[in-house]
Antibody, heavy 122, light 107 residues
Framework: QVQLVESGGGVVQPGRSLRLSCAAS????????MHWVRQAPGKGLEWVAL????????YYADSVEGRFTISRDSSKNTLYLQMDSLRAEDTAVYYC???????????????WGLGTLVTVSS | DSQMTQSPSSLSASVGDRVTITCRTS??????LNWYQQKPGKAPKLLIY???SLESGVPSRFSGSGSGTDFTLTINSLQPEDFATYYC?????????FGGGTKVEIK
C-alpha cells in the first residue's frame, strides 16, 4: 500500500535552515509528481511546492520562493524540502503529498503523509 | 493567483441532514477543483477530484458539481464520521490554492 513518511521536523531558530524528507513506498515513485503542503497551528492548508515526476520542473508558493528548495531522489524513493532563512511564520505541520495521476502535475493529491512539525522560534 | 472563497466557514448540522458547501474562485479553473476532508490531528483525505469525480473508497453520499468559477460539495444524509473540516483546492495553475475551510459541527 502507498505510504509517505515525513521526517526532519523540529525546533529551529529564525534565520536557520532545516531539511525535511519524505520516504515513499508502495508505488512507482518516479511516475508521480510530489508536493509539500503546510498547515500552521489552527489554520488552513497552504500549498508550498511541487516537483514534477521526473524532477524537470519545480514550482513554489510566493511565501517560500527563493528560500525553500524542493528536490527528489528516485533511487531512494525520497522527496526533500530544503528550508533556508526560516521565519516564525514558517511554523507549521509540513505534509508531503502525491499527485493523483501519474505523469501529470495538475490533478489532485491522493495520498498524504502524517506530517512533521516545524517550529521556528528563538 | 486564483483566490478561493469557501462558504460557509462553519455550519452546524444533524445526522441525516443534507449539507452543501460552496467554493468560488476568482478566475475560471474549468473543472480543476478538488475537495478534501480533514479531521483533527490527521492529514487531509481526498474526496472529490476534477470537480465531480468520486475518489475510490469514498462513500457515495459525497458528491461534487460545478465548473468555471462556482463549485459545490454536497453530503447527503450526514453521518457521525462526517463531522470534520472540508477544503476546496484548485489545481488549474500554480500556486495550487486552498479555500479557507468549512468546519462541519454537530448540532
Amino acid at each position: 500500500q502507498v505510504q509517505l513518511v515525513e521526517s526532519g521536523g523540529g525546533v529551529v531558530q529564525p534565520g536557520r535552515s532545516l531539511r525535511l524528507s519524505c520516504a515513499a513506498s508502495g508505488f512507482t515513485f518516479s511516475r508521480h509528481g510530489m508536493h509539500w503542503v503546510r498547515q500552521a497551528p489552527g489554520k488552513g492548508l497552504e500549498w508550498v511546492a511541487l516537483i514534477w515526476y521526473d524532477g524537470s520542473n519545480k514550482y513554489y508558493a510566493d511565501s517560500v520562493e527563493g528560500r525553500f528548495t524542493i528536490s527528489r531522489d528516485s533511487s531512494k524513493n525520497t522527496l526533500y524540502l530544503q528550508m533556508d532563512s526560516l521565519r516564525a511564520e514558517d511554523t507549521a505541520v509540513y505534509y508531503c503529498a502525491r499527485e493523483h495521476k501519474d505523469f501529470i502535475a495538475t490533478s489532485a493529491f491522493d495520498y498524504w503523509g502524517l506530517g512533521t512539525l516545524v517550529t521556528v522560534s528563538s | 493567483d486564483s483566490q478561493m472563497t469557501q462558504s460557509p466557514s462553519s455550519l452546524s448540522a444533524s445526522v441525516g441532514d443534507r449539507v452543501t458547501i460552496t467554493c468560488r474562485t476568482s478566475q475560471t479553473i474549468t473543472t480543476y477543483l478538488n475537495w478534501y476532508q480533514q479531521k483533527p490531528g490527521k492529514a487531509p483525505k481526498l474526496l472529490i477530484y476534477a470537480a465531480s469525480s468520486l475518489e475510490s473508497g469514498v462513500p457515495s453520499r459525497f458528491s461534487g458539481s460545478g465548473s468555471g468559477t462556482d463549485f459545490t460539495l454536497t453530503i447527503n444524509s450526514l453521518q457521525p464520521e462526517d463531522f470534520a473540516t472540508y477544503y476546496c483546492q484548485q489545481t488549474f495553475s500554480t500556486p495550487f490554492t486552498f479555500g479557507g475551510g468549512t468546519k462541519v459541527e454537530i448540532k
